[in-house]
């Protein structure tokens, strides 16, 4: 049923397409059906203080807004990470900004955080009778500049801490210019720890731990992962996402969009985000990674987690497979 939907939704502009795909899941919800296209997987596994129903999540990027928490909810998953969300609304970067490569199953996009802002999100969440797992993923403006972006981190922090269960600190998307250059030196250090201090502020304030979670980026070497390692244990960061997207085009040369700018997902980052799991498994035995990037398979899905990841999350292959993968990943990882 999935292979003839994305027939017909690869006809129309993939952004086009992103719209339509979300819009007919909230209306199969609404009418009943979801439960015919997804089924739950219960496996559950305790991290960071949550209890997730099972290791399979949705990445960050697909429900920018959180508009669409029930229908995806319903779909098997055992959490979702919405956003990436920025302070204020942002239209994004100029159409077109999202291309596919269907014979490597990948996505390029560059997309720049395009999103309502943090409070419309917050609204939506509390609308949504999804009472599953909730990540949000918080990002800086375009507009602010870098050496001010823990501004905009701290103010996304302070309004979604209420309504998550767990936050995610996006570093590494490469369409926001310099955005990546806070993975390292002191621009990590202040962050981190900055958001660290604010965290238990309002943690007391709050009554409830909410963890937090780096998401970085798969274009590093060994010394560089590293670092970030050392920096993530340093500020005593809850868990660690691997990875984005990737600027590297080595495994798409020739490819129609090839060339285009942006962030490359699916499975020519499947290697690259293995190796720097091993990596920061190597050096943060204990510390919960989120493995992310190029799962199209549950045998996929058992790599990820064969290479240190505790948890995965589904994206572009989810894009090309279907609700099926959800509960195919699931079970793989039982």
Same mark, same amino acid.
């Given at each position: 049923?999935?292979?003839? @939907?994305?027939?017909?939704?690869?006809?129309?502009?993939?952004?086009?397409?992103?719209?339509?795909?979300?819009?007919?899941?909230?209306?199969?919800?609404?009418?009943?059906?979801?439960?015919?296209?997804?089924?739950?997987?219960?496996?559950?596994?305790?991290?960071?203080?949550?209890?997730?129903?099972?290791?399979?999540?949705?990445?960050?990027?697909?429900?920018?807004?959180?508009?669409?928490?029930?229908?995806?909810?319903?779909?098997?998953?055992?959490?979702?990470?919405?956003?990436?969300?920025?302070?204020?609304?942002?239209?994004?970067?100029?159409?077109?900004?999202?291309?596919?490569?269907?014979?490597?199953?990948?996505?390029?996009?560059?997309?720049?955080? =395009?999103?309502?802002?943090?409070?419309?999100?917050?609204?939506?969440?509390?609308?949504?009778?999804?009472?599953?797992?909730?990540?949000?993923?918080?990002?800086?403006?375009?507009?602010?500049?870098?050496?001010?972006?823990?501004?905009?981190?701290?103010?996304?922090?302070?309004?979604?801490?209420?309504?998550?269960?767990?936050?995610?600190?996006?570093?590494?998307?490469? =369409?926001?210019?310099?955005?990546? =250059?806070?993975?390292?030196?002191?621009?990590?250090?202040?962050?981190?720890?900055?958001?660290?201090?604010?965290?238990?502020?309002?943690?007391?304030?709050?009554?409830?731990?909410?963890?937090?979670?780096?998401?970085?980026?798969?274009?590093?070497? @060994?010394?560089?992962?590293?670092?970030?390692?050392?920096?993530?244990?340093?500020?005593?960061?809850?868990?660690?996402?691997?990875? =984005?997207?990737?600027?590297?085009?080595?495994?798409?040369?020739?490819?129609?969009?090839?060339?285009?700018?942006?962030?490359?997902?699916?499975?020519?980052?499947?290697?690259?985000?293995?190796?720097?799991?091993?990596?920061?498994?190597?050096?943060?035995?204990?510390?919960?990674?989120?493995?992310?990037?190029?799962?199209?398979?549950?045998? @996929?899905?058992?790599?990820?987690?064969?290479?240190?990841?505790?948890?995965?999350?589904?994206?572009?292959?989810?894009?090309?497979?279907?609700?099926?993968?959800?509960?195919?990943?699931?079970?793989?990882?039982?």
């Amino acid at each position: 049923m999935y292979a003839l @939907a994305r027939s017909l939704l690869f006809r129309l502009d993939p952004e086009t397409a992103h719209g339509v795909a979300l819009t007919s899941l909230d209306i199969g919800h609404r009418l009943g059906l979801s439960r015919w296209v997804g089924a739950q997987v219960e496996a559950p596994t305790t991290l960071m203080g949550l209890i997730f129903p099972n290791r399979v999540g949705l990445a960050a990027g697909l429900d920018k807004n959180a508009e669409h928490l029930d229908a995806l909810g319903a779909l098997g998953f055992g959490f979702v990470e919405v956003g990436t969300v920025t302070p204020e609304p942002q239209p994004g970067n100029p159409r077109p900004r999202l291309f596919r490569l269907p014979a490597q199953r990948a996505i390029i996009n560059r997309m720049g955080f =395009n999103n309502a802002g943090v409070d419309a999100l917050i609204a939506n969440v509390r609308k949504s009778r999804y009472r599953g797992v909730i990540g949000i993923n918080i990002g800086k403006n375009l507009t602010t500049p870098v050496e001010r972006a823990v501004d905009d981190y701290l103010t996304c922090l302070r309004k979604v801490h209420a309504h998550a269960h767990y936050i995610t600190v996006n570093l590494s998307s490469p =369409n926001t210019p310099g955005l990546r =250059n806070l993975q390292f030196g002191e621009h990590l250090a202040s962050l981190l720890g900055a958001l660290a201090e604010e965290t238990q502020r309002l943690e007391a304030a709050d009554g409830r731990r909410v963890p937090l979670a780096v998401k970085i980026a798969p274009d590093m070497d @060994a010394d560089e992962v590293a670092l970030v390692a050392k920096a993530l244990a340093a500020n005593g960061v809850d868990a660690v996402i691997a990875t =984005n997207t990737t600027v590297s085009r080595e495994a798409v040369v020739g490819l129609e969009h090839a060339d285009e700018q942006g962030g490359l997902s699916g499975r020519p980052v499947f290697e690259s985000s293995n190796r720097v799991v091993r990596e920061l498994r190597r050096h943060l035995p204990t510390l919960p990674i989120i493995g992310v990037g190029g799962i199209d398979s549950g045998e @996929a899905a058992k790599a990820k987690h064969d290479a240190g990841a505790d948890l995965v999350q589904l994206y572009t292959g989810f894009i090309y497979r279907g609700p099926a993968l959800v509960g195919e990943c699931a079970r793989a990882l039982t």
